[in-house]
Every structure is written in structure tokens, then in C-alpha cells.
């Protein structure tokens, strides 16, 4: 088809009326296609034939109705390949009408028929340029693609970042922009890794656009010439590790996607069978070893695995098709993505596929809807959506309008699908119990009865000869288990086997197998030699299986109780809330309804009642009342709840009725994420068990081998020295001891085969019985899900098992000072009159003027006077205030009046026009500001000034009319558990350091209140993070170093320590950066968290000592090597034992549940009162990090430093600073009465010592 583009000038255009004329006249011309005319342009942009009509014919007609118009000049065009995205071949006359509007462009085309990626621009080079063309194309929905050949990477270091909303943000706003091929934004390594077409967007371009959102970017490596020009950018220039080799290529060509871009997404798979770790590490090495894969994650108790895949190469399906062919059933969980919500809906009146394609296309015009996807024969709709842009009722109600009524679906959440998956494992096992029973224990009966009635098995009841009635009775209750309930563990074995793995099934089925098989051909052949009965195993299938359903049974109970924490947390999401609309003027409430909590939008406004659960996270805008927050903070005391306040969804609401705003609503709710983050945690391993799992991988190859070896050991025993052994054999030997042994009958004797062959099988079975490879595999993992989870319900949640196992290791603890150790806001802390007997100028009137003036006032400084006055007087609103002028670093001025009715108001005297108007002129500021206003300040006031000034206050001087009538001291206050969680710390012998950006005098006022003695003063928030890689540089190896903050602007520090613990986050737990996180501002849960991880990592061990010692004293007592000292065990008694190990773990790390945080104020004690005396003393405080002591890790002090010589040695001077602090403390308690000066001396030779 022969379209030609041109721009015509028409002038004479007053209003819209005349571009629809022009418009309307022109398209019904045959041979003009489209005619697009723009007012504020005074341009035309038409498509037309040109074989049909010529250009100038068309402004002749223009002109004809009353417009001047020419064709637009085109001095200076240029042409421009693009390849776009989202046009369709029939959609290609629309889009070359939209392009043509773009300002500049004379002429669209699409060379290549059939393809509509691909478009020829010809635009005015004096109008427009290539980038804002590309800008252009961008915002009316056409996506500019870069042309893979040109494709570049650079790496940009981006400051700033606190959390993962930042990296979302910096994602989404780098992927906007034209010419993006792809972004890896890395929160740890604060770095962005770009992949662009520098012929679409310059570098330099991205790096504003990120500066833009107030990071700061430093250009590491760039192929664009331009901006590596401009950033002088260093080929030394450090980036991540295993970027290196990349840094040297000047550019890259892209031929293909999937080598380049590290694309990989994370799916979550449920998977039933797992018994050991053994099944996990067979999982683990199999799918490490397909294609796509780049990393595995299995957890045993969760029954759940998180795996890391390339998308290019497989899809979740496939990943769960190849762990059902190793013989475990598995199923993808629902994956739900940052910041996206799914909502599932069961819709009405849908006829035919066309419905089907209405909804979908309707949905998805809606902003924020991601995808929409609906079934026709289910009548079910699933829409994913950006629950900030919009709800679930919007897409309700526009399903409503087009027609098609939608209802909720009721879905349970993943972890409750998981809770279904294991109460459907555990009522398998139980039903496995109890068909075993009704087999194993008549078999148990039977055998201990023959045993008890005919001691000597020759004089048993004979069915035939070779057969005697007991075998019999023995095969037929062996048989039906053998063969049906067995079934399970023989396809699970093969499976196993079949994938190069062994598992405990293994040992079962071989056990089993062994003792079946072999009882028959005994049997079998005494009946063809006609022979006596012989002894047989036939009683080991049933009762072996009967006892591993029994454990695994009650292994499954066990576990249950293992997730207790995150099913308290799963049951406080409330099912429903009490939606309500508000009267705009007058506020009162018009209508409410009921509504599932799911369909709550942000900005709803949400009725609480006493009583009631308040349905998401929101803040309070009417109402007073008291929360329980104990299920998510661990505080047991209400938490009082008033206009402004922040509620927390899933909290109980006591007292008074609440109007809440919704803030947060579906995956962003605290609750949500505090789920998450205890499911992720009980997921991840601790370190410790990699041990577990090394040895898993061995553990049944090793056990099949001991038993072989045990079996051929015994036969060699057997026919060396078969004099010897002839009496441990169970025809020789019965239960009851010597006075058992049997007396054959003449004939009867059984021959030296039997006897040799009957020790022999019955040791190499019970060795495979009783090796138990799960108890070693549940000693972490249970410790782990408990510790967490118990973590969770007292506020402190830690993601993970590393950070868990890590804390224990903590020698070195550093604080944060402002949020961390202090409030994190200044507050008065101190206010002096310096006129003390006038009765005019008195402290009500110094808080009313200084009130009534900082109330302007946007300081942290005066906001916090203006808090405390108003918090003085009771009142919101204080005097008048005008002429408000303020400089910053040295005060304020300004008039004052109407301040009188406050001097009396606590009598009760209120109205203010029975008052004197008096306007008072006020400064308010430093020294300097006293002096710049002509005010002399005193020796007296100065001295006062400067004993606050010592203490790390900051002192406000305050002056009315002229004189200076008081002070008011401001700082920012530690918290009042701050001492005694640092001698709490101290006292367990931890290293604790105070680092801070603030100046020396402060930081060592702080550090003398709580008793640290190691300061670091001036420190930027950029050097805490080399702040705390050096300390780690030059700790001992296996020792860790924790950084306390409050997760704000230390987030770089909390990522680089070993432990990164983040205090006071409140609703906001998704602190990236912070291993621990802990919900309450409380300091004291520092210590909580460390004592929770000493407590877990000793259950671990303990767990492992078990099971270590099980196995390793169970296995030789099996294979018979104690039979010199009468101890032996049967088949039946090893398969007790084996069931019973594993279930004695869990138990064990169920103990973890009754862990309860210390209560700070036991550590108030004697002890803290000698260290409170002198916590001020010795202090050491540097400025800046520069002077960081650095201890190589190989020096001679490195390895001294934890050594046994110098605990003894700290021993010994702790011993001599302990009975001088004894004597000292007598003597400071009489100095005290007495009143002398003896007491400083005393001090300072204590502080030397």
C-alpha cells in the first residue's frame, strides 16, 4: 500500500470547532487515510495516497474553507530506524497515526510488510531530536526497543539505598526509559548492572534519572565514551567480585539473551515424602544439575523448596515433574510477587469465549492490573494487581458494569495449604500405623507366645515337616504387609536408587526384604530336605513397618508443634472488617458495611469496635482505645492508641471505638510480612547442618556396607570358631537368660548352616533396622523452626538459621547512638528560671512565651519546646504569635502576645478577654544570638549553659523584652534500659562499642550514661560501613561482629556486619539489611535475640550428640560386636529404637517453646550498682575511624586475643577489680553520708585498675 506522511501550516484556526471541520471535511476524501490537525501547533499531519492525490490539491482544499494553509517546511529532516513494541500488523494505520502526532515527525513508515516492530521516522531536526522522539513514543504506549547488536553493559555504585523499595524503585524507573534492555539493581552491594543501546540513551541520561530519586551514582565502568569522559572514571575502581574480568572488555555484544542477563526468578515447590536428610541432599544434588537451575533449597520440616531458575530454559511445572520422578510428590505453591497482590473470583454469566476475552481486555485497561487471566468452565477469574493503584472492589465493581457479577473465592494462603499437606501426611501415617498393627502386633503376641510355651522351637507345633505352625502363621501375617502396606517405601527405594541415591527407605525395603526373602528359601529348602522347622525373621516386616509408621506418626505430631508460632500468626488475619463512608463536612458516619478483609482498599475508612480485630494496618484518624499487641511484639501491657496513632492488622482493639485509615492492605500488612519472613526463616539451613548433610549422603551407602561386612564377618566367625558362638544362636538360646538354653532331641540337632546362617542374617538385619539417618537430619531443623518461630511470637524475628547460629558467635557488639541507644528525638530534659523571686517572670510564663514563639517553628529543636509547653499546659493551642523570623544555627525572634489566660489556667480562669494584651518581644537561641541582639549573657547564665553543654545537652537561652529570663536544655534521651542491656552484654564478656556521627563532647556524654568505653565520634554513615569491615578484619576467625541500628541511614553498616540487628522497626519489618529483626523499641532485645540464638545453637548440639551417639553405639550392638558381654539386640527391638530416635529430636527441640526473654530488671543488682558508679570512667573516645586499631588475623596478638591464656588472665584481673570494687563500694556509701571529697580519689585509682 502507497502511504505518504506530510505537515501542513494552517493558520486561521480560533477553536476545537475548527480542527473538527477541517478534520471531518478531509476524511471523507477516499484518498487521504487519516488527517490528525493540532491547534496549539497550527499543524496538520495527513496520510494520503500520493498515486491518488497530490499534496497541494489537499491545502488547496484547506484553503477553500477559509484557512491559510502551506505545506510545512522541512529544511532540515532526518531519518530514524526504530524498533517498537506492542503494535500488532492490524493495528499498523492507528499507530501511524498516533507516531505522526508526535511534534517533528513529517513521516511515518513500515518498510518491511507484515512486521510491525520495525518503523522508518522522518521528523525535522530544528523541531525535535532522536531521544525526546523516543521519550515521545514511550509515553503513548509504544515500547523502544534496543537493537540487540548494540546492546552495552555498564556498572553504576548507587549511595542511598535502605531497603528493597529502593531497589524496586530505582528498577522500575531505569526500566521506563527508552533503550533499557535490562537492570539488576543489588541492595548488599549497593550497585546497578545495566544493559542498554547507547545509540537510544546515553549513559549519562540514566545516571540522572537515578539522582533524581535522591541516590547518589558513581559511574564504576561504562562503554559510553561520553559519560566515561565526564566521570574521569578509574579502571581501579572496585565493584563486586566475579565482575572483574568483565570490567577489561570494552563492549560487549549481545547475540543472545540468556548467557548475558542473569534472569532468574524464584518458585516454591511443596514436596511430600521427604523422611531424612538423605531425601533432601538427593533432591538438592539432582537438581543442581539440570539445566537452568542455579540454585536449590530444601527444607525438611517445612516440606517446602525454594528454587532459583532461569525461565528461558525451565518453568516451575517442569522443576516439580522432575522431583515426582524421584519418587516424591511435588506441587508449585503460588508465587506472589513484589508489591503485586492475586485475587481469585468466581464469575456469573459467561456464555462463550467471547465473554471470556471481554472481561480480560476490560480488567486489564485498569491501572496497576498486571495480568488477567479467566476460565471459561470453571467461571473462575485470577487477577494480579498493584494493590497501591488499585483494589479488589474496583475490579468487582467493574466486572458489575460490564455485565458480569463477581464473588470472592475463599483460598487459604500457602502456609495453610502447607498446614492441609501435613494433617493429610499425618492421617497417612496413622492409617499406615494402624493397618501395620492389625498385622505386627498378633505377630508380636504370637512370636513372644511360642517363645514363652515352647522354648525349644523343635518341640513347636509342626504343620508338616520343615513347616512349623508358628513360620506359618508368621508368613501369612508377613506376607500382606510385605507386599501392600511395603509397597510405599519399595517405590520410593527404587526411585532412589534409580537416581544414584539412597535413602532411609532403602534400608527399610533391604531390611525387609532380606528377612522375608530369607525366611522363605529356609523354609522353602528344610520342607525339600525334610528337615526340622528352621528359625526365621518372619516376624521383622511387620513389626519393622508397624514401628516406622508409629514414628513417622508420631514424628509427624511432633513437627506439627514445630510450626506452632506461625499458626498462632496465621490465625490473627482477620477474616472481615467494618467498612464505613464519613460526611465530608460534618464527619458523622453515613453508611457501613461488613466486607472480607481481602476487598479492603488503602484510604478506606474502617470501623473498629471494642473487642474486635482490627482488619489491616492503617492509622487512627477518630477514637481512643488500648491494643493488644503481645502476639506480635512479645509486650504483654496494652498499647494506648490515639488520633495519629499507627494500628497494626491482626491486633486485638480492647477498649473504645477506632475510625481507621487503611494504609497497608493485602501483602503489604506487617502481619503479611512478618509471616513471610518466619516462613523464610524456617526454610533456610543453619550452617551447622551442612554437617548433617554431608554425612546423609553417606550415611546408607556406609550402613548397607556394615551390614554386608557384618554378615560376612559373622559367617567367617561362624565356621571358624562355631564351638564359640553356638551358644548366642536362637537355637541354642531362648529369652530368659542361661537358664534358657535348650536341650535338642537326638536327630533334632539343627546343623552348623542354620545356626552360622541364622546369627549371621539376624545381626546384618538389625544393623540396617536400627541405623537412623533422620535423627541426624531433624537435629537443626527442628531447632531452627522452633527457635524462630518462638522468636516471632516474642518479637524478634531472625531470617534465617545462618543469623540464628551466627549470634551465639558474637564477640564484638556495635551501637548506633540516635534510635538505638537514644530515643531518637529530642525531648526537654531540663528548664531554669533565672529570675527566681519575681513573681511576674516564672516558669508558666518562660513555657508560654517560648511555647507561643517556637510554634513557627519547623526545628527539631523548637518542635520539641513547643511539644513539651503544650504538653505543660495541656492545650494545643498556646498565645499569638507574629513578626516570626528566623536564621538557622542561631534562633529565632518574635512578638508574643495573649499568653496571659495560660498563668491561671490551672485555676481555672479561662477567658482570655478578661486579660491585659500584653505583646512581648522574644528571642530565643545561642550565645551568639544573645550577643548579635545586644543581650549581655552572665558568668552565672554562662555556667549553666555550660554544665548542660557538658553533658552533650543543648542549651536554649530565652529572652523577653530585652532580658533573659531562663534556659531550657533539650537532648536527645537514652532509653531507660540502655545501661543495663550494656552491662547485661559486658557481663557475658561481649566488646561493646558506640559509633556515631555526632561531635565528641555528645558522643562521650552518651557513652558515660550507659557505660560504654569504647566511642567512636564523627563517624559518617558511609565510613560505618568500613567501620565495621575492619573490625571484622580483625576479629579471630569463628568470632562475629554485630551492628545494632535502627535499620534508617545505617543500613549499609547492618548489611556488612556478621549480624545485622535492626531495633524499634514497628510495623516496618522488612528491613532488608538487618539479620534480626526486632519489632519493639526495646534495647533489651538485643540481649533476648543472643540469649534465643546461645539457647537454639546448644539444643542443636545436644540434638546432634543424641543422634550421633545413637548411631554410633546402636550400629555395634547390632552387628554383634558386645555379644562377649551378653548384648545383643533383635530385629524387632532395632526397629523400636530406630522409630523412637528420631522422635526423641523433635521432642527435644520442642523444649525450645518454653524460652522466655530475661526480664532486664533481674540484672539490677549489686553487681550493677558497682558498675553503674564507675561507667563513667575510662572512657575512650576517637574521632573518626582513621586511628582504627588494625590487628592482622595471623599476628601473634591476633592469636593470643580469646586464647585459654588470656581468659585466665581477664579471670584474674576481673577477680582483683571485683574485691577492690567490694572494698570501694563501702567506702563510697560512707563517703556519700560524710560528705567528703575522698570519694573522686578513691574513683580515679578504681578506674586505673
Same mark, same amino acid.
Given at each position: ?10 493558520? %486561521?484556526?480560533? &477553536?476545537? *470547532? /475548527? #480542527?473538527? +471541520? =477541517?478534520?471531518? $471535511?478531509?476524511?471523507?476524501? @477516499?484518498? !487521504? ?126 549511595? %542511598?539505598?535502605? &531497603?528493597? *523499595? /529502593? #531497589?524496586? +524503585? =530505582?528498577?522500575? $524507573?531505569?526500566?521506563?526509559? @527508552?533503550? !533499557? ?19 537510544i540513551i546515553p549513559l549519562s541520561v540514566v545516571v540522572k534519572e537515578i539522582e533524581s530519586l535522591d541516590f547518589q551514582v558513581a559511574v564504576v565502568t561504562a562503554n559510553d565514551t561520553d559519560i566515561s569522559k565526564e566521570n574521569n572514571v578509574s579502571s581501579n575502581t572496585p565493584i563486586s567480585s566475579g565482575e572483574n574480568s568483565k570490567q577489561s572488555k570494552p563492549r560487549q555484544t549481545i547475540a543472545k539473551r540468556s548467557p548475558v542477563v542473569d534472569d532468574t526468578e524464584t518458585c516454591s515447590i511443596s514436596i511430600i515424602g521427604m523422611t531424612c536428610a538423605s531425601c533432601v541432599d538427593s533432591i538438592e544434588r539432582n537438581l543442581s544439575k539440570v539445566e537452568g537451575i542455579h540454585s536449590v533449597r530444601v527444607a525438611l520440616l517445612s516440606n517446602k523448596a525454594e ?25 508449585v505453591l503460588e508465587k506472589v510477587e513484589s508489591g503485586v497482590d492475586i485475587i481469585d473470583l468466581s464469575i456469573e454469566n459467561m456464555t462463550c469465549a467471547s465473554c471470556v476475552r471481554k472481561i480480560e481486555t476490560s480488567i486489564a485497561k485498569l491501572p496497576g492490573v498486571h495480568s488477567a487471566e479467566v476460565a471459561l468452565l470453571t467461571h473462575r477469574g485470577r487477577f494480579k494487581y498493584d494493590s497501591s493503584k488499585v483494589g479488589p472492589r474496583d475490579i468487582i465493581r467493574e466486572l458489575d458494569a460490564i455485565g458480569f457479577p463477581a464473588t470472592l473465592v475463599s483460598e487459604d494462603s500457602k502456609a495453610s495449604s502447607l498446614a492441609k499437606i501435613h494433617r493429610r501426611e499425618t492421617r497417612r501415617w496413622r492409617n499406615s500405623f494402624l493397618l501395620s498393627a492389625i ?139 467494618t467498612l464505613v463512608q464519613l460526611d465530608e463536612q460534618t464527619g458523622e458516619i453515613l453508611s457501613e458495611k461488613t466486607i472480607l478483609a481481602k476487598l479492603i482498599q488503602r484510604n478506606d475508612i474502617l470501623k473498629v469496635l471494642p473487642g474486635g480485630t482490627i482488619p489491616t494496618d492503617g492509622r487512627v484518624i477518630e477514637g481512643t482505645s488500648t491494643c493488644d499487641e503481645s502476639l506480635l511484639t512479645g509486650e504483654s501491657m496494652p498499647v494506648e492508641k490515639t488520633v495519629g496513632s499507627q494500628v497494626v492488622g491482626g491486633t486485638k482493639n480492647l477498649n473504645g471505638m477506632l475510625l481507621v485509615r487503611a494504609t497497608h492492605v493485602g501483602h503489604d500488612t506487617a502481619l503479611k510480612q512478618i509471616i513471610k519472613l518466619v516462613e523464610e526463616a524456617q526454610t533456610s ?565
Amino acid at each position: 500500500m502507497d502511504e505518504s506522511t506530510q505537515q501542513i501550516c494552517i493558520n %486561521g484556526m480560533t &477553536c476545537g *470547532s /475548527c #480542527v473538527r +471541520n =477541517i478534520e471531518s $471535511t478531509l476524511n471523507k476524501v @477516499p484518498a !487521504i487515510r487519516s488527517i490528525h490537525v493540532s491547534l496549539e501547533n497550527k499543524l496538520g499531519t495527513v496520510i494520503y495516497n500520493p498515486n491518488e492525490i497530490d499534496i497541494n490539491q489537499i491545502i488547496e482544499r484547506i484553503n477553500t474553507m477559509g484557512f491559510n494553509a502551506e505545506l510545512h517546511a522541512t529544511t532540515s529532516n532526518d531519518n530514524l530506524n526504530v524498533e517498537l513494541g506492542g503494535i500488532s500488523d492490524e493495528n499498523i494505520p492507528t499507530a501511524t497515526q498516533r507516531i505522526s502526532a508526535i511534534p517533528g515527525i513529517s513521516n511515518v513508515v513500515f518498510p518491511v510488510k507484515n512486521d510491525s516492530s520495525r518503523v522508518l521516522l522522518t521528523y525535522d531536526k530544528n523541531q525535535t531530536d532522536p531521544y525526546t522522539i523516543y521519550q515521545k513514543l514511550q509515553s503513548i504506549g509504544y515500547k523502544v526497543n534496543p537493537k540487540l547488536e548494540n546492546i552495552v553493559r555498564a556498572y553504576l555504585r548507587v549511595q %542511598g539505598m535502605h &531497603c528493597n *523499595s /529502593c #531497589v524496586m +524503585n =530505582i528498577t522500575q $524507573t531505569v526500566e521506563d526509559l @527508552p533503550g !533499557i534492555y535490562h537492570i539488576k539493581v543489588t541492595f548488599d552491594d549497593q550497585s546497578a548492572n545495566i544493559l542498554y543501546d547507547p545509540d537510544i540513551i546515553p549513559l549519562s541520561v540514566v545516571v540522572k534519572e537515578i539522582e533524581s530519586l535522591d541516590f547518589q551514582v558513581a559511574v564504576v565502568t561504562a562503554n559510553d565514551t561520553d559519560i566515561s569522559k565526564e566521570n574521569n572514571v578509574s579502571s581501579n575502581t572496585p565493584i563486586s567480585s566475579g565482575e572483574n574480568s568483565k570490567q577489561s572488555k570494552p563492549r560487549q555484544t549481545i547475540a543472545k539473551r540468556s548467557p548475558v542477563v542473569d534472569d532468574t526468578e524464584t518458585c516454591s515447590i511443596s514436596i511430600i515424602g521427604m523422611t531424612c536428610a538423605s531425601c533432601v541432599d538427593s533432591i538438592e544434588r539432582n537438581l543442581s544439575k539440570v539445566e537452568g537451575i542455579h540454585s536449590v533449597r530444601v527444607a525438611l520440616l517445612s516440606n517446602k523448596a525454594e528454587v532459583e531458575y532461569n525461565p528461558e530454559y525451565i518453568i516451575p511445572s517442569q522443576i516439580a515433574h522432575l522431583i515426582n520422578e524421584l519418587g516424591f510428590r511435588a506441587e508449585v505453591l503460588e508465587k506472589v510477587e513484589s508489591g503485586v497482590d492475586i485475587i481469585d473470583l468466581s464469575i456469573e454469566n459467561m456464555t462463550c469465549a467471547s465473554c471470556v476475552r471481554k472481561i480480560e481486555t476490560s480488567i486489564a485497561k485498569l491501572p496497576g492490573v498486571h495480568s488477567a487471566e479467566v476460565a471459561l468452565l470453571t467461571h473462575r477469574g485470577r487477577f494480579k494487581y498493584d494493590s497501591s493503584k488499585v483494589g479488589p472492589r474496583d475490579i468487582i465493581r467493574e466486572l458489575d458494569a460490564i455485565g458480569f457479577p463477581a464473588t470472592l473465592v475463599s483460598e487459604d494462603s500457602k502456609a495453610s495449604s502447607l498446614a492441609k499437606i501435613h494433617r493429610r501426611e499425618t492421617r497417612r501415617w496413622r492409617n499406615s500405623f494402624l493397618l501395620s498393627a492389625i498385622f505386627g502386633v498378633p505377630a508380636m503376641i504370637i512370636m513372644m507366645a511360642f517363645m514363652y510355651k515352647w522354648k525349644n522351637h523343635e518341640e513347636a507345633p509342626q504343620v508338616m515337616r520343615g513347616l512349623s505352625l508358628e513360620n506359618l502363621i508368621m508368613f501369612l501375617l508377613s506376607t500382606p504387609v510385605q507386599w501392600i502396606s511395603g509397597r510405599y517405601f519399595y517405590i520410593q527405594a527404587f526411585k532412589a536408587i534409580k537416581h544414584g541415591s539412597a535413602n532411609m527407605d532403602v534400608l527399610i525395603v533391604m531390611a525387609t526384604t532380606t528377612a522375608y526373602v530369607y525366611s522363605c528359601i529356609v523354609v522353602l529348602f528344610n520342607i525339600y530336605q525334610n528337615l526340622p522347622s528352621p528359625i526365621t525373621f518372619f516376624d521383622v516386616p511387620p513389626m519393622l513397618m508397624m514401628f516406622v509408621a508409629l514414628g513417622r506418626w508420631l514424628e509427624h505430631i511432633a513437627k506439627g508443634k514445630t510450626s506452632d508460632a506461625l499458626t498462632k500468626l496465621l490465625s490473627l488475619q482477620p477474616p472481615q472488617g467494618t467498612l464505613v463512608q464519613l460526611d465530608e463536612q460534618t464527619g458523622e458516619i453515613l453508611s457501613e458495611k461488613t466486607i472480607l478483609a481481602k476487598l479492603i482498599q488503602r484510604n478506606d475508612i474502617l470501623k473498629v469496635l471494642p473487642g474486635g480485630t482490627i482488619p489491616t494496618d492503617g492509622r487512627v484518624i477518630e477514637g481512643t482505645s488500648t491494643c493488644d499487641e503481645s502476639l506480635l511484639t512479645g509486650e504483654s501491657m496494652p498499647v494506648e492508641k490515639t488520633v495519629g496513632s499507627q494500628v497494626v492488622g491482626g491486633t486485638k482493639n480492647l477498649n473504645g471505638m477506632l475510625l481507621v485509615r487503611a494504609t497497608h492492605v493485602g501483602h503489604d500488612t506487617a502481619l503479611k510480612q512478618i509471616i513471610k519472613l518466619v516462613e523464610e526463616a524456617q526454610t533456610s539451613k543453619a550452617p551447622i547442618q551442612a554437617l548433617a548433610d554431608t554425612i546423609a549422603g553417606y550415611f546408607v551407602p556406609v550402613v548397607v556396607s556394615v551390614s554386608c561386612v557384618t554378615l560376612i564377618s559373622w559367617l567367617i566367625i561362624g565356621y571358624t570358631h562355631y564351638d564359640k558362638i553356638l551358644k548366642y544362636s536362637m537355637y541354642h538360646h531362648g529369652m530368659m537368660g542361661e537358664g534358657s538354653t535348650m536341650h535338642h532331641q537326638p536327630g533334632k540337632e539343627p546343623s552348623k548352616m542354620e545356626v552360622v546362617l541364622e546369627l549371621a542374617f539376624r545381626f546384618a538385619i538389625t544393623v540396617l533396622s536400627i541405623a537412623c539417618p533422620c535423627a541426624l537430619g531433624l537435629a537443626t531443623p527442628t531447632a531452627v523452626m522452633v527457635g524462630t518461630g518462638v522468636g516471632a511470637s516474642q518479637g524478634i524475628l531472625v531470617k534465617g538459621g545462618e543469623p540464628l547460629e551466627a549470634a551465639q558467635k558474637i564477640r564484638t557488639i556495635v551501637f548506633d547512638k540516635t534510635g538505638t541507644i537514644t530515643q531518637g528525638k529530642p525531648t526537654v530534659v531540663d528548664t531554669r528560671v533565672f529570675f527566681a523571686n519575681d513573681p511576674h517572670w516564672t516558669l508558666k510564663r518562660l513555657l508560654a512565651l517560648a511555647g507561643t514563639a517556637e510554634s513557627g517553628s519547623e526545628h527539631p529543636l523548637g518542635m520539641a519546646i513547643r511539644k513539651h509547653c503544650k504538653d505543660y499546659f495541656g492545650s494545643d493551642q498556646l498565645g499569638h504569635c507574629e513578626d516570626f523570623n528566623a536564621v538557622w544555627g542561631y534562633g529565632l525572634t518574635a512578638k508574643v502576645s495573649k499568653i496571659e489566660y495560660l498563668m491561671t489556667k490551672g485555676n481555672g480562669a479561662g477567658d482570655t478577654g478578661l486579660f491585659h494584651d500584653k505583646i512581648y518581644s522574644v528571642l530565643i537561641g545561642n550565645r551568639e544570638w544573645m550577643e548579635r541582639n545586644s543581650i549581655q549573657v552572665t558568668h552565672e547564665i554562662d555556667s549553666a549553659m555550660s554544665k548542660h553543654e557538658h553533658d552533650g545537652h543543648t542549651a536554649v537561652l530565652i529572652a523577653a523584652n530585652g532580658i533573659i529570663i531562663g534556659m531550657i536544655a533539650i537532648a536527645d534521651r537514652i532509653k531507660p534500659t540502655a545501661p543495663l542491656t550494656i552491662f547485661a552484654l559486658q557481663s557475658m564478656g561481649l566488646n561493646v562499642l558506640l559509633v556515631t556521627g555526632d561531635n565528641v563532647k555528645t558522643a562521650r556524654a552518651i557513652a558515660s550514661q550507659v557505660g560504654i568505653k569504647n566511642v567512636y565520634a564523627e563517624v559518617l554513615p558511609t565510613q560505618k560501613e568500613r567501620f565495621i569491615a575492619t573490625l571484622k578484619e580483625n576479629s579471630r576467625k569463628g568470632e562475629k561482629v554485630a551492628m545494632v541500628g535502627d535499620g534508617v541511614n545505617d543500613s549499609p553498616a547492618l548489611a556488612r556486619a556478621d549480624v545485622g540487628i535492626a531495633v524499634g522497626t514497628g510495623a516496618d519489618v522488612a528491613v532488608e539489611a538487618a539479620n534480626v529483626v526486632l519489632i519493639r523499641d526495646a534495647l533489651e532485645d538485643v540481649l533476648g535475640a543472643i540469649l534465643l540464638s546461645k539457647k537454639t545453637v546448644r539444643r542443636i548440639h545436644l540434638n546432634f550428640v543424641f543422634a550421633t551417639i545413637y548411631n554410633l553405639f546402636g550400629i555395634p550392638i547390632a552387628a554383634g560386636v558386645f555379644l562377649p558381654f551378653n548384648i545383643s539386640l533383635m530385629p524387632w527391638m532395632a526397629s523400636a529404637a530406630m522409630a523412637l530416635s528420631s522422635v526423641t529430636v523433635v521432642m527435644s527441640s520442642l523444649l525450645l517453646r518454653n524460652y522466655r526473654k530475661p526480664d532486664i530488671q533481674t540484672y539490677d543488682n549489686h553487681e550493677f550498682i558497682l558498675w553503674s558508679m564507675n561507667k563513667g570512667k575510662n572512657i575512650s573516645v576517637h574521632r573518626g575511624i582513621d586511628n582504627l586499631e588494625r590487628t592482622p588475623n595471623g599476628s601473634l596478638i591476633s592469636s593470643l586475643r580469646g586464647s585459654r591464656l588470656a581468659q585466665i588472665f581477664s579471670g584474674a584481673v576481673s577477680a582483683v577489680k571485683q574485691q577492690t570494687s567490694t572494698s570501694l563500694y563501702d567506702k563510697q556509701k560512707a563517703a556519700l553520708l560524710l560528705n567528703t571529697n575522698s570519694l573522686d580519689d578513691d574513683m580515679e585509682m578504681h578506674a586505673v585498675l
